[in-house]
Structures are given as structure tokens and as C-alpha cells.
């Protein structure tokens, strides 16, 4: 199985930026897609971003051009750089990777102030 240990999250004011890491660890040689997904109070979860292990990558349109998703493969460890943040982007976020089975983080809190 995969684990995976988010961290990264805290509080920033509107305009600023913040990077999210995601590491895992466990049967790491069995994940294909890793990805970001959000869940803000009183919403459903939703996909932020994804990365496959070629590097294709795919994005919201909520956050393209705000949100960069990289992984390092050497560190079994994907970020999430978030840029020009704004207070709609106030969620707990979740690292998710798609390996034998689906394996999901605990979530990091996001909370962009006005």
C-alpha cells in the first residue's frame, strides 16, 4: 500500500503564495497519476490538479495559471505551488495517488484571507 503525509498549509493574505508538499512512502513503484484535490466547507471535493509519472499534467480552470504541480521521483514527493492566491481557495487539501488501489492523504488546511 501508499501512504502518503501532507504538509505545507497555513494562512496567507490574497495575492500571496504558498507551496503544498506531498510525500509518499510505502509500495511508492505502484503509483501512476498523483494528484491535488479540495474540499471547502459545505462543497464537494473537487480536483485541483493531477500528474502522471510522464509529467503530463492537467489543472482546474479555477487555478491554470496560478497552480503549478510537479513531482520529484528521486524524493517519492509531489508539491503544489500556489501562486496569487485568492480567499475561494480556502480548503483542506488532499494529495491522492492512483496506484493498485487509491491511497489519500490527511489533508492540509488552506486559508486565504481578504
Known amino acids: 500500500q501508499v501512504q502518503l503525509v501532507e504538509s505545507g498549509g497555513g494562512l496567507v493574505q490574497a495575492g500571496e503564495s504558498l507551496r503544498l508538499s506531498c510525500a509518499a512512502s510505502?509500495?511508492?513503484?505502484?503509483?501512476?497519476?498523483m494528484g491535488w484535490f479540495r474540499q471547502a466547507p459545505g462543497k464537494q471535493r473537487e480536483s485541483v490538479a493531477t500528474i502522471t509519472n510522464a509529467g503530463g499534467t492537467n489543472y482546474a480552470d479555477s487555478v491554470k495559471g496560478r497552480f503549478t504541480i510537479s513531482r520529484d521521483n528521486t524524493k517519492n514527493t509531489m508539491y503544489l505551488q500556489m501562486s496569487s492566491l485568492k480567499p475561494e481557495d480556502t480548503a483542506v487539501y488532499y494529495c491522492v495517488a492512483f496506484a493498485t488501489t487509491l491511497a489519500w492523504g490527511q489533508g492540509t488546511q488552506v486559508t486565504v484571507s481578504s
Open positions: 510505502g509500495r511508492v513503484s505502484s503509483i501512476r497519476t
